[in-house]
């Protein structure tokens, strides 16, 4: 089992910069796929960006493709969503996960239907 705490979370202006990071404990992020997933008040679970656990294959939904990235530092056992050039689109709850899958876009779609591990979300809000 392995718990998951967001942190990085916070409020910023259209076009600046946040870094969140996924803190893992339990076992070693290098053994699952990890994710970003977010959800705005009144919408739907959207899906961010998910690395494999090689870390050499990532997944992005098209609208953060250039400006968010994922990484992971495996000595830490951390997750990182580097998010530039935010929009007010992007305000959300993000929420990191770890799903056990070798495919960054169909461990999104495990993420996404509640398989895996989760953690509480950090809370991101853009303003313009």
């Known amino acids: 089992q392995v718990q998951l705490v967001e942190s990085g979370g916070g409020s910023v202006q259209a076009g600046g910069s946040l870094r969140l990071s996924c803190a893992a404990s339990?076992?070693?992020?290098?053994?699952?796929?990890m994710g970003w997933f977010r959800q705005a008040p009144g919408k739907e679970r959207e899906g961010v960006a998910a690395?494999?656990?090689?870390?050499?294959?990532?997944y992005y939904t098209d609208s953060v493709k250039g400006r968010f990235t994922i990484y992971q530092d495996n000595a830490k056992n951390t997750l990182y969503l580097q998010m530039n050039s935010v929009k007010p689109e992007d305000t959300a709850m993000y929420y990191c996960?770890?799903?056990?899958?070798?495919?960054?876009?169909?461990?999104?779609?495990?993420?996404?239907?509640?398989?895996?591990?989760r953690g509480q979300g950090t809370q991101v809000t853009v303003s313009s």
């Open positions: 996960a770890a799903v056990s899958h070798p495919s960054p876009r169909a461990c999104m779609s495990s993420m996404l239907a509640g398989f895996g591990y």
């Open positions: 339990g076992r070693t992020i290098s053994r699952y796929c």
């Open positions: 690395i494999n656990d090689d870390g050499d294959s990532t």
